[in-house]
């Protein structure tokens, strides 16, 4: 899922403000600059890594298992397909985030090596405490958003990413792509098929397994239910439509939503932002 497809599923409020842009030089990164008092992400993944800053306030996320509570001066990643969540904790946070694609970070990782990798970077702390690091990353983000100067947005950036993975990451094989077959079979299944409208018997029949053990199973390998990652494949698919300039409309249809207002609540619960805002952004 995109984040504007995770903003989408759960409107902001009039007290909350988001903004939403590509930076196309570096891979199609996506950038994010928001304020939340009461918005709450449903639990959600993403194809690229996460990486940012809190600047005011109190957020709180579960991902891995565990409960972080990222405050002002901390910096946050997410590993790609990495379950989790998101909501403020007390009056609200400000933060800037960045999504930068799994190539993007390989090839920052084989220029401080000198050498090709193997594997994928992950980071291995979620959030950690790092006042210079965040310090130059909100530098860099506004940049992104507003500077002329592609050397000065080159060196900022790249250098805030090579630094982090130095510090933070390690090379490891990716976890996804790697479960048993017969939730690997049901994965397949439902990223082929995600503009169908899909019973849970097919895939029990496709899987091997009993209903209930389908969903278990899927569950502990996954961090989601079948159909929670169904609806995470919808809206990366209705993020690709949108971003090529679709009516949202037309995009519900296509990406096995019942409705444009079903296409809205998940868009926006997982991205932050309306599937016309996005479009328009």
């Known amino acids: 899922m995109t984040q504007p497809q995770a903003l989408a599923a759960t409107p902001p409020s009039a007290r909350e403000r988001v903004e939403f842009w590509r930076a196309p030089r570096f891979d199609a990164?996506?950038?994010?600059?928001?304020?939340?008092?009461t918005h709450a992400y449903a639990p959600h993944s993403h194809e690229t890594f996460v990486i940012g800053i809190i600047e005011t306030g109190c957020e709180?996320?579960?991902?891995?298992?565990?409960?972080?509570?990222?405050?002002?001066?901390?910096?946050?990643?997410?590993?790609?397909?990495?379950?989790?969540?998101g909501e403020p904790e007390g009056d609200g946070y400000s933060y800037r985030m960045t999504y930068p694609s799994?190539?993007?970070i390989r090839e920052i990782a084989e220029d401080l090596g000198g050498a090709p990798l193997s594997g994928t970077p992950g980071f291995t702390e979620t959030c950690v405490r790092d006042r210079d690091l965040a310090r130059r990353f909100a530098i860099a983000h506004r940049r992104l958003g507003n500077h002329p100067d592609s050397l000065a947005q080159d060196e900022g950036l790249v250098s805030v990413y090579a630094d982090a993975v130095a510090r933070y990451a390690r090379v490891a094989p990716r976890r996804v792509g790697r479960e048993p077959p017969a939730i690997r079979r049901t994965i397949d299944y439902l990223d082929a098929h995600y503009g169908d409208d899909i019973?849970?018997?097919?895939?029990?029949r496709l899987a091997g397994l009993s209903r209930t053990a389908l969903i278990r199973a899927f569950r502990r390998e996954t961090g989601l239910t079948p159909h929670a990652w169904l609806t995470d494949r919808r809206v990366r698919a209705a993020r690709a439509r949108l971003a090529g300039g679709a009516?949202?409309?037309?995009?519900?249809?296509?990406?096995?939503?019942?409705?444009?207002?079903?296409?809205?609540?998940a868009f926006k619960a997982r991205i932050g932002v309306t599937p016309g805002a996005f479009r328009r952004q």
């Open 199 to 204: 019973g849970l018997d097919e895939l029990t």
């Open 29 to 37: 990164l996506e950038c994010l600059s928001a304020t939340f008092r």
């Open 60 to 85: 709180t996320f579960r991902v891995r298992g565990v409960r972080h509570y990222a405050v002002a001066g901390d910096i946050c990643f997410v590993n790609p397909d990495e379950v989790h969540d």
């Open 247 to 265: 009516a949202p409309s037309d995009v519900a249809m296509a990406c096995g939503f019942y409705d444009q207002s079903h296409l809205n609540r």
């Open 102 to 104: 799994i190539g993007l």
